[in-house]
């Protein structure tokens, strides 16, 4: 009778450690979301249509996290992100960023992102690479380290033919000297 109540109760602890295990690990997963979202950058969605406006939000959020992933530091405590049908500034711009000096000698943000631009609408995708170009942009400016810009560009499909000037295009009937045997004429033997 002993041995059984003794097993019945170390059954009782264990199962009592493990709930209490799930639920401190249920307390702190909490904990970091309510710090994280605490923390998260503001994103204005200025767009009539309330499913539209989440669903941006929501994206350029899950974007803004994966770049301070990336850089691997926070932005300035003051950051904010608006989103408004078009950005008129010397012609329409698809997104720019201010910073200011705040009263207190700290730094302060604001990414503007546009969701038309010349009668165009941005995709999802564009408006997550404008906010790229922006952050980092501004990363760059706020962290005040030496930076170096090494762009690259992509080739056309066409070779880069239709970009170069009539002047620089290459002559048509010249033989091509990287496949020297193609369009060669046949040598009689």
């Known amino acids: ?7 019945r109760l170390r059954r009782f ?3 009592a450690r493990v709930r209490a295990r799930a639920l401190l690990a249920a307390v702190a997963s909490l904990w970091r979301a309510f710090r994280c979202r605490r923390r998260s950058v503001p994103v204005e969605v200025l767009v009539e ?3 539209r406006r989440l669903a ?6 899950a974007g803004l996290r994966q770049l301070d992933r990336a850089l691997g530091e926070k932005p300035p405590a003051r ?14 711009l698809a997104g720019c960023y201010q910073v200011w000096q705040t009263a207190d000698g700290s730094r302060a943000a604001l990414i503007r992102l546009a969701l038309q631009v010349q ?13 790229g170009e922006q952050y980092l942009g501004l990363a760059v400016q ?3 380290r030496p930076t170096v810009l090494v762009p690259l560009t992509a080739a056309s499909p066409d070779g880069g033919r239709a970009s170069r000037p009539a002047w620089l295009r290459p002559d048509p009937l010249a033989p091509d000297l990287a496949h020297p045997h193609v369009g060669a004429p046949e040598r009689a033997a």
């Open 142 to 144: 706020l962290f005040e």
């Open 79 to 92: 950051l904010a992100v608006v989103v408004q049908h078009s950005i008129h500034a010397d012609g329409e």
């Open 49 to 51: 249509e309330a499913g």
């Open 13 to 15: 602890e264990c199962r």
């Open 56 to 61: 941006l939000r929501r994206v350029l959020l």
């Open 119 to 131: 009668g165009r609408t941005m995709s999802t995708d564009e408006l997550l690479s404008v906010l």
């Open 1 to 7: 009778m002993a041995r059984q109540k003794r097993g």
